[in-house]
Nanobody, 123 residues
């Protein structure tokens, strides 16, 4: 079993920045990379950004140009640098990884998830 632990959440005013971290107990990101997801109150969980094991990344339209995902060379820690934060970015942010080489599992209930970290953006 692999543990994912997020940190770095908090409260910030609109326009501010936060950097989230996700640390894995094993270098699991070397398989399929890692994803950052978020869930706002009353809404479904959605992908914010994802990075593959090779470094290719994708971001949701709502955060593209403001959020940057990255990971360490040893593939044990991932970051989500968030800038120009908006009130609509308020959510619990989770990191996710795949438990094996089936990368389609990443982000599903069959994959690994952290416990989440709260991000609150006020106007």
């Amino acid at each position: 079993q692999v543990q994912l632990v997020e940190s770095g959440g908090g409260s910030v005013q609109a326009g501010g920045s936060l950097k989230l971290s996700c640390t894995a107990s094993k270098p699991i990101f070397s398989r399929c990379g890692v994803g950052w997801y978020r869930q706002a109150p009353g809404k479904e969980r959605e992908l914010a950004a994802k990075i593959g094991a090779g470094g290719d990344s994708v971001a949701a339209d709502s955060v593209r140009g403001r959020f940057t995902i990255s990971q360490t060379i040893d593939r044990t820690t991932a970051y989500l640098q968030m800038t120009s934060l908006k009130t609509e970015d308020t959510a619990v942010y989770y990191c996710a990884a795949a438990p094996n080489w089936d990368c389609s599992i990443l982000g599903t209930r069959f994959g690994y998830w952290g416990q989440g970290t709260q991000v609150t953006v006020s106007s």
